[in-house]
């Protein structure tokens, strides 16, 4: 922590958060909200006298709730930087009359009630996002009375009570009568493990096991004496030195009991506890009388996670954690590029693994940084300005404003390549035909089309998959070897946006019996809310169906996110079942109608007189 | 590499349809796609590779577009999602240029999804074929815009793993801004009393 504070190429911004991200690998711009400590963090000496004489009590977060701090504080002892933070939500005040005390007895007035939030804009080229993870809340668990009885506590409620900075100096009591217990329990997999969402999350949290076995270790060493018992379904002990921990914890006595507690009961003149158990080793059914219970919870995705999702376009995979690119070939580079991660954003992690994966987002940075430069994929829009009618529909729908133009000067919609992500929305909107994606050329497009339904129409299902959700969601489901049936031809697109409604009539006319559009989730899409326009362009093909006489249900619209490969399997599997409802009459008649609506628009086309 | 064998004029496409081992040859008849992809039009080469992304795979794609003066590679294997960029250089440095590349997923969309039905599997896989060299018909050329990278990095948390990716860049040369929601860095580590399993201090 200290290297970091000191470090002359580290910026360290605390109390921080990121309010809004730009760009694109290689060339991020951030803005930074450094909010208001109240406290200059440079002039701080930390001395401690503010806080002495702050007559505002409340509980202190760092310590679990264990203790108290005032609104005038040091996180805690260590803390980087190393200053004081008047939490105004609790503070009296600077009036005179209120209080104002902390800032009389700062002899070197860095104290500034009147301090604002600073905004600071950063240019960078590459992002590790490490933004760590959440400890699970037992509150749910209500059968071991985590919020009933006070000697049922939570393992990070544990570290602080064996911590000699925590609130009793490292010496281990209980909280009902401050005494030293004489046995404790320990309940693994609380909140893991589990496949009842009301219980906690399907997968292991990896942790829990080897901090347990640390856990009774430091009760063992701290008090030879003291009965640990721990009670388990399977210890997990697969790392390097793992296995030697947890044989010198057996060895120092700490028992082991294969099961899982059903119950805790509290007696209500003593406090202690007994917990229900059925021993898997012995089968029997058992009592343990306890003085305290340790809970050993947890890990869950980050609460706040939805912000850096939002902001560089992240997944989640079903466990809830950020989604990688790949998760053995690029388990530290995140689906957006130049974006990177390290610790337990991606999974629950231990310190080591956590360090691990930092050198390895900082290697997988640095490799980035080196180069100096970027090629940029050569997926981008160009217009055609004979074509262009000066619209401006473009401009309107492009997501990332690459696209010039002023109805005063009656200059074409010209495309900024740099700006240009590729999304292939403008191209898919432009009436006129004016733009072309490259590389997702419009008559690529119909070449695949006309691939697919030069043979057996009937028995295929136009599918369009975008690039980073849907795609890779089929992908999933190959690597996780799903089957289902295999009618469905792919069209892969950048952006389920690209895809023209002249791409879905031109199938319809060839005979397809199904097509299907499939992106993105909305807040999944990789070009901001190009997909939003997707979405638009289907309902409304909807209703041009409907009135030709096709049957909507014909083209189907799904959102299917990297990490879902089931849900794609699913929908694999309701195409096809739709498909076989569909006659070959019925795609006959669509044929039939699609031509006559071609006739007549040329037909209409001719008699109208040319622009002037 | 100069573009040699990019010319506007006659298309020659070359299919290179992998077995990936089992992966994929297991489910679909590889030799038969094969056979089915020189039947489409403009296709001049096609040929089976038990790994094409190996090395000796990769000779080949070379070695034939030199041999066949092929314009349009196209190979059949996994996603593009993993080799894609594989083969992009790999036909670059046969002088082609990478957008001339296509690919055509028969691993992940047909022979792991399609794994008890081989003739299904294979009817897909060559669809996918005969799509991806529709599509190749009409590939062109393109110029990769190069664009500068800012030589600074932004992480996101100050925890464990967010202070050592600070160092490990910041002691490699890069400027780092280090950005934390709480008032001090160090994160859930600086609760931990000790940690295993070398049981010292977490701070």
Redesign the interface.
């Known amino acids: 922590m200290m290297d970091a504070g000191r470090h002359p190429r580290i910026k360290m911004l605390t109390y921080s958060e990121i309010e809004e991200v730009t760009g694109y690998v290689g060339n991020f711009k951030a803005r930074i909200r450094k909010k208001a400590k109240y406290v200059n963090e440079n002039e701080c000496t930390a001395c401690g006298e503010c806080a002495k004489i702050c007559p505002v009590v409340v509980p202190n977060e760092f310590q679990m709730g264990l203790s108290t701090r005032k609104a005038i504080h040091i996180p805690f002892p260590q803390a980087v930087p190393s200053a004081y933070i008047l939490d105004m939500d609790n503070c009296l005040g600077n009036n005179p009359i209120a209080c104002g005390k902390c800032d009389d007895v700062c002899d070197k007035k860095c104290i500034d009630y009147d301090m604002q939030d600073e905004i600071i804009n950063i240019n960078v080229g590459a992002v590790v996002v490490a933004t760590g993870m959440d400890v699970y809340d037992p509150t749910a668990l209500d059968d071991y009375g985590y919020t009933r009885f006070e000697n049922v506590i939570t393992s990070m409620e544990f570290e602080r009570l064996i911590c000699s900075e925590g609130p009793t100096q490292g010496h281990f009591i209980r909280p009902t009568d401050h005494k030293t217990p004489k046995t404790i329990g320990f309940i693994q997999c609380v909140g893991s493990r589990t496949q009842d969402p009301e219980r906690g999350n399907p997968y292991c949290s990896n942790i829990c096991c080897m901090n347990t076995v640390k856990d009774s270790l430091l009760l063992k060493d701290h008090y030879p004496d003291i009965e640990v018992k721990v009670f388990y379904m399977d210890i997990r002990a697969f790392g390097k030195g793992f296995e030697d921990l947890f044989m010198r914890s057996k060895e120092a006595g700490v028992m082991y009991i294969r099961g899982i507690p059903g119950e805790i009961e509290q007696d209500p003149k003593s406090n202690n506890l007994k917990l229900m158990v059925e021993n898997t080793t012995t089968r029997q059914l058992e009592e343990h009388d306890l003085d305290m219970v340790v809970l050993s919870v947890g890990v869950i995705p980050r609460k706040d996670q939805e912000v850096v999702k939002k902001l560089f376009s992240l997944s989640s995979t079903s466990d809830g954690f950020l989604m990688e690119s790949h998760p053995k070939l690029k388990p530290v580079d995140a689906p957006t590029g130049g974006v990177f991660f390290a610790g337990c954003a991606e999974f629950p992690k231990d310190v080591k693994d956590s360090v691990t994966q930092a050198s390895a987002a900082a290697a997988r940075a640095g490799t980035l940084l080196s180069a100096g430069k970027i090629k940029i994929e050569a997926i981008t829009a160009v217009v055609d300005e004979e074509k262009c009618k000066l619209c401006g529909i473009c401009v309107r729908v492009c997501p990332f404003n690459a696209i010039i133009f002023d109805k005063a000067t009656k200059q074409p919609a010209h495309v900024i390549e740099a700006s240009c992500k590729g999304c292939g929305t403008c191209s898919a909107e432009c009436t006129f035909d004016a733009i072309t994606m490259q590389h997702f050329t419009d008559r690529q497009m119909y070449a695949q089309i006309e691939a697919i339904l030069s043979d057996k129409p009937m028995e295929k299902i136009v599918t369009f998959a975008c690039n980073w959700c849907s795609y890779a969601g089929a992908d999933l489901a190959g690597l996780s070897r799903l089957q289902f049936p295999a009618n469905a031809r792919i069209i892969r697109t950048m952006c389920s946006g690209r895809v023209k409604d002249k791409f879905v009539l031109h199938a319809f006319k060839l005979g397809a019996p199904i097509v299907l559009v499939s992106g993105c989730h909305f807040a999944d899409c990789h070009y901001i809310d190009a997909n939003r326009w997707t979405q638009k362009r289907v309902w409304k093909l909807w209703d041009k169906l409907e009135k030709m006489g096709v049957r909507p249900e014909r083209l189907q619209l799904e959102w299917v996110s990297a990490a879902e490969g089931q849900k794609w399997s699913k929908v694999m599997k309701a195409c096809e079942e739709l498909r076989q409802q569909v006659t070959e009459e019925e795609v006959q008649q669509t044929i039939k109608t699609l031509k006559q609506e071609e006739e007549k628009k040329s037909s209409r086309a001719k008699k109208q007189p040319a622009p002037a | 590499m100069a573009e040699k064998t990019n010319g506007n004029g006659e298309l020659r496409i070359g299919v290179f349809v992998c077995e990936c081992g089992l992966n994929i040859a297991g489910s679909v008849d590889c030799h038969s796609v094969s056979e089915f992809a020189a039947t489409l039009p403009d296709v001049v080469f096609s040929c089976v590779n038990r790994y094409t992304c190996a090395d000796p795979g990769q000779q080949e794609i070379k070695r034939n577009i030199v041999e066949h003066k092929l314009n349009r590679v196209v190979v059949a294997s996994c ?4 080799h894609e960029p594989t083969f992009r250089n790999c036909v670059a440095e046969a002088g082609l240029n990478p ?1 001339l590349f296509e690919m055509a ?1 028969i ?4 022979s ?6 081989k003739q ?2 294979t ?2 896989a060559k ?2 074929v ?2 991806s ?3 190749a ?3 062109s050329s ?58 010292d201090c ?2």
Do not use: F
């Open positions: 996603t593009p999602r993993m957008y997923n691993r992940e969309h047909c792991w999804v399609h794994l008890y039905d299904q599997a009817e897909k669809d996918t005969k799509i060299v529709a599509r018909r009409h590939l393109q110029t990769e815009l190069e664009v500068p990278v800012n030589r600074q990095a932004l992480v996101i948390g100050g925890g464990i793993a967010g202070i050592n990716a600070a160092l490990d860049m910041a002691d490699t040369g890069y400027q780092v801004y280090l950005v934390e929601k709480e008032p001090s860095i160090g994160g859930i580590m600086a609760q931990l009393d000790k940690t295993y399993p070398t049981m977490s701070i």
